[in-house]
């Protein structure tokens, strides 16, 4: 049987580099053994942190090794031959490239381009779930209930010392404290920050602009925070909801991605009559952004009043083993193994009718 080769793509220029390559030798795992062994050959490609493309033998290394390589004077003198990187060896591509150039639509340009199936959002999914501003207007197109919020723009900002009071004014009157202030293009939490008066909201404004020219203004709730997984394209599936805890004072990206910074409890322990309510809102926001593959939605719970708010979707969420993506899918009875093989299907599928139309 011939096995279909799949380029698997990590690394990138975000500041989720690292978490790109722990998704990565997850999913290279899972290509490379049990069924999926005799269905597929794994041909890795990584790019630096400065953007250079390396293909399977250095990107072999970062696999096995886990670490970064920032340039290419770190390649081993034995390495450093010139590389070609023969694309049309690669029958399907895998994108496992989280944040900016990764999933917000770039790369997925790319590889439309190139008319070859990948796994996960095309374009216009992957920019509408990366942007924070452009996705709560299609939750809200679609009717899907949320925390009050408002648009920022840099230029707003750092305008003239009497236009800024007057914007930190009419913040505080429409969302008051605490509330959260977040670029709108990036992932991970990474510029986001929780403020609690004037002092922490105009800083926390002006760090926001310096990652981004778009910023988010959510009003604060005091909430349990749920998640959900969806797997599909026109017709989606939703998992077992599952629910975050953590001691800090909010889901920030050292809380994330430290060990024992935050417990996952799967299945949440919410009514059924809840977590079907959250099921269908998934699969509605999947679709509202014109998702594909795969999708975690992520809800505010209001236990006292029985509000279930959304809050966003992550297009291309963490994929390593003990991510929550995956082990929303096991717990709902998709093994890791079998996951990434649906993805493939589900990739040649949409792929297939892409070409017809």
């Not at 917000?104 to 990366?130: E, K, N, R, Y």
């Amino acid at each position: 049987m011939t096995k279909l080769r799949v380029g698997l793509l990590f690394g990138g220029c975000s500041g989720e580099h690292e978490v790109s390559i722990s998704s990565a030798r997850a999913i290279a795992k899972a290509l490379t053994t049990d069924e999926n062994a005799n269905r597929y050959e794994l041909l890795p490609v990584y790019i630096q942190k400065d953007g250079v493309w390396k293909d399977s033998n250095i990107a072999q290394q970062v696999l096995e090794s886990g670490k970064t390589l920032l340039s290419s004077d770190e390649v081993q003198p034995s390495d450093r031959l010139p590389q070609t990187i023969n694309l049309s060896e690669i029958d399907l591509w895998f994108p496992i490239l989280h944040g900016p150039n990764g999933e917000d639509g770039t790369i997925q340009g790319l590889l439309t381009l190139m008319q070859v199936p990948f796994v996960g959002s095309g374009v216009l999914g992957s920019a509408i779930g990366m942007d924070k501003i452009a996705m709560k207007m299609a939750f809200s197109q679609a009717g899907l209930p949320q925390v009050k919020y408002k648009m920022v723009t840099r230029s707003q900002i750092y305008s003239n010392p009497c236009i800024f009071p007057k914007l930190c004014d009419q913040l505080e009157a429409e969302l008051g404290y605490p509330c959260f202030v977040k670029p709108a293009n990036l992932g991970s939490s990474v510029g986001i920050s929780k403020v609690r008066n004037r002092q922490e909201l105009e800083t926390a404004l002006d760090n926001a602009a310096s990652y981004d020219r778009r910023i988010i203004v959510e009003a604060g709730v005091i909430a349990r925070e749920l998640e959900c997984a969806v797997l599909g394209t026109d017709q989606p599936q939703a998992s077992v909801v599952g629910e975050i805890t953590f001691k800090s004072d909010f889901y920030d990206y050292e809380t994330k991605y430290t060990e024992g910074k935050a417990d996952l409890f799967i299945p949440a322990k919410v009514s059924d009559e809840i977590a079907k309510k959250i099921q269908e809102m998934a699969v509605q926001a999947f679709l509202a952004v014109d998702a594909a593959g795969l999708g975690r939605v992520d809800f505010f719970y209001l236990e006292q009043t029985g509000e279930i708010l959304i809050n966003e979707i992550n297009t291309l969420p963490g994929f390593t083993a003990t991510s929550m993506y995956p082990q929303l899918w096991a717990a709902t009875g998709v093994s890791f193994g079998e996951l990434v093989h649906q993805l493939i299907q589900f990739a040649l599928e949409r792929h297939s009718e892409t070409k017809r139309d």
